[in-house]
């Protein structure tokens, strides 16, 4: 099995909280919880992380994905503490470290300012969360692996007020929109940068530097 990515959310934030209530198919996270993000290859192999997980913490599973590649998990609960110790049993049932994990690769990432009412019509269509207005800023990202995606977006709604558009947390790439005034788009971006640097990993094989 290889570990893709294993990311700790302290504390999810109300928009992405309410997101994630909009597409899980577990059990619903809420604002205030820890949550705890893992993306595995191959994909079906996710099935045992989440029994070890569930067996060894009280934690509630929101998210257990297998798609074409990957397997993606979400567990969540109040106490920290029982989120790390899932995180920790996977770990152990992997026997791997956290450093073993994909460091994030930013793909694309964008700053839109004055969007089109056009634009933004079509973007309403597709998003989960909230709208996005004519002539707000729009910022997009796309990072490998995909389950960091959640981290971003909840570090930029810590960091400055956004609407939260869209979040993709599994697949061959995570995305986020967001949508707001420029200002602070520019320091939600800020703190997105901050947070995907300052997460430790290993390097994929082949990936441009």
Not at 34 to 52: F, M, Y
Not at 132 to 144: A, C, I, N, R, W
Request: proline share 3%.
């Amino acid at each position: 099995m290889e570990l893709r990515a294993l990311t700790f959310i302290d504390v999810l934030q109300p928009q992405l909280a309410g997101f994630l209530q909009t597409v899980a198919q577990g059990m619903l996270p809420l604002e205030g919880q820890s949550a705890l993000v893992v993306e595995i290859a191959p994909g079906i192999a996710v099935n045992s992380l989440t029994d070890v997980a569930l067996k060894t913490a009280r934690v509630t599973p929101g998210m257990q994905i297998v798609e074409r590649a990957f397997g993606l998990l979400e567990l969540h609960a109040f106490d920290q503490g029982e989120v790390r110790a899932a995180a920790a049993a996977i770990l152990n049932r992997l026997g791997l470290g956290e450093g073993d994990r994909l460091a994030p690769r930013v793909l694309s990432r964008e700053i839109i300012t004055g969007v089109d009412g056009h634009q933004s019509a079509m973007i309403n269509r597709m998003r989960h969360g909230e709208m996005l207005l004519d002539g707000q800023t729009l910022y997009t990202l796309e990072v490998q692996p995909a389950g960091y995606a959640a981290l971003a977006a909840n570090e930029a709604e810590k960091r400055a007020e956004v609407g939260l558009l869209e979040v993709v947390t599994f697949g061959a790439v995570g995305r986020v929109w967001l949508g707001g005034r420029e200002e602070e788009i520019r320091q939600a971006a800020g703190a997105i940068d901050a947070c995907l640097k300052g997460l430790n990993g290993r390097t994929a094989a082949g990936a441009r530097s």
